[in-house]
């Protein structure tokens, strides 16, 4: 059973960082791409950035392109999402997905990923 838990959400100002952390369990995690996706109040659940099996390539939507950063330590079976100069429209429930193949790169659509963790929120304040 594949088990996905984030952390590392809170409260933060505008213009501050966050790191969020999602720990995978149940398979062998350095096989698969993983994916990180938020959800806003109100609104649908979007793609933010994804990251290939080996760490090598990494995607991300043009909303957050150049302020937050994915990253994974396979040795740790754990995925990042470092998310700097932050903005109160950044504030969402964010998820880390897992497809159940292996992809050369990294899906980016939710309908790819079979595993969700259950989200954690991101409050970010003017």
């Known amino acids: 059973q594949v088990q996905l838990v984030e952390s590392g959400g809170g409260l933060v100002q505008a213009g501050g960082s966050l790191r969020l952390s999602c720990a995978a369990s149940?398979?062998?995690?350095?096989?698969?791409?993983m994916g990180w996706f938020r959800q806003a109040p109100g609104k649908e659940r979007e793609f933010v950035g994804a990251i290939s099996w080996t760490g090598g390539s990494t995607y991300y939507a043009d909303s957050v392109k150049g302020r937050f950063t994915i990253s994974r330590d396979n040795g740790k079976n754990t995925m990042y999402l470092q998310m700097n100069s932050l903005k109160p429209e950044d504030t969402a429930a964010y998820y880390c997905?897992?497809?159940?193949?292996?992809?050369?790169?990294?899906?980016?659509?939710?309908?790819?990923?079979?595993?969700w963790g259950k989200g954690t929120l991101v409050t970010v304040s003017i």
């Open positions: 997905a897992a497809p159940d193949v292996p992809y050369t790169g990294a899906p980016r659509t939710q309908s790819a990923m079979t595993y």
């Open positions: 149940g398979r062998t995690f350095s096989a698969y791409a």
